[in-house]
């Protein structure tokens, strides 16, 4: 069988001396594993267009274990990642969670919209970090099906109160009159961003602002949220946070 498809290449690893296997994300697909047979050979004509962070169109054909790229056209090679080592750490991130919350064959056009729409923020270098990535965790857990319950009160049903809590843990959210001793108090401003970012449009979700100590509440919330779904260490979070240690 021989498809073609677009998608962004988020993971590689070298097979043997030459070969190469890549993680794609697809709209279509989801998830494609695929190898690039003699991918380190200089004269190989799919070498530049099948890297990291390489955006393309890729004409794939399955062999006897596991798809193969016959042939890589760039769209969009994400150059600027490269001139800033925390931009490029944070996309390395957003590449890594990726992998871990998309799935093979499960169609996912909005994942990678969200992913592409996010790296081509980082390189043009307009958008707070922090905020980026907020933004990008919270929304993928969504996307994967984690979308915390922030509709109202998990209990009574109340709508909103001058101060809330989440519960980590469940992912839902309680009113001040409702408060569980394991949830986290927050401020109803975040509670509102967090709904924006859950509920907007895909093109919309980078269009707030909170003051400062709110924006850092919120940056814990996402990260610690979606670190509640993933199995294993985050290699690509550390090694982030360890440019500012």
């Known amino acids: 069988m021989q498809t073609t498809t677009k998608g962004i290449i988020i993971r590689e690893q070298t097979i043997g001396e030459s070969d190469r296997l890549v993680t794609l994300l697809t709209a279509d697909f989801g998830l ?4 690039v047979r003699r991918a380190k050979t200089i004269k190989n004509k799919n070498l530049s267009a099948t890297s990291l962070f390489v955006y393309g ?18 769209v969009e090679v994400f150059f600027e990642l490269r001139a800033d080592i925390e931009r490029l750490a944070l996309a390395q991130y957003f590449a890594q969670i990726t992998y871990y919350m998309a799935g093979e064959e499960q169609p ?14 980082l390189c043009r270098g307009k958008k707070d970090l922090s905020l980026i990535k907020t933004v990008f965790e919270l929304r993928l857990t969504t996307l994967a ?20 809590s989440f519960d980590m843990q469940e992912g839902c959210i309680y009113c001040s009159d409702c408060y569980r001793n394991n949830a986290l108090v927050v401020p109803l401003s975040v509670i509102s961003a967090m709904r924006f970012i859950c509920f907007a449009e ?6 707030f602002s909170l003051a400062e100590d709110n924006m ?19 290699t690509t979070l550390e090694f982030y946070k360890g440019l500012f240690s």
């Open 216 to 234: 850092a509440l919120l940056c814990s919330i996402s990260e610690q949220y979606l670190l509640t779904k993933i199995e294993g260490r985050v």
């Open 145 to 164: 099906g984690y979308m915390p319950n922030l509709v109202a009160c998990y209990r009574c049903g109340t709508y909103e109160t001058d101060t809330m």
């Open 202 to 207: 895909l093109n919309k979700i980078f269009s």
């Open 108 to 121: 996912a056009p909005e994942m990678l919209r969200l992913l592409l729409n996010s790296l081509h923020l």
């Open 32 to 35: 494609v594993k695929a190898f």
């Open 57 to 74: 169109e890729f004409s794939l054909y399955r062999g006897k274990d596991a798809f193969i790229i016959d042939n890589a056209t760039p």
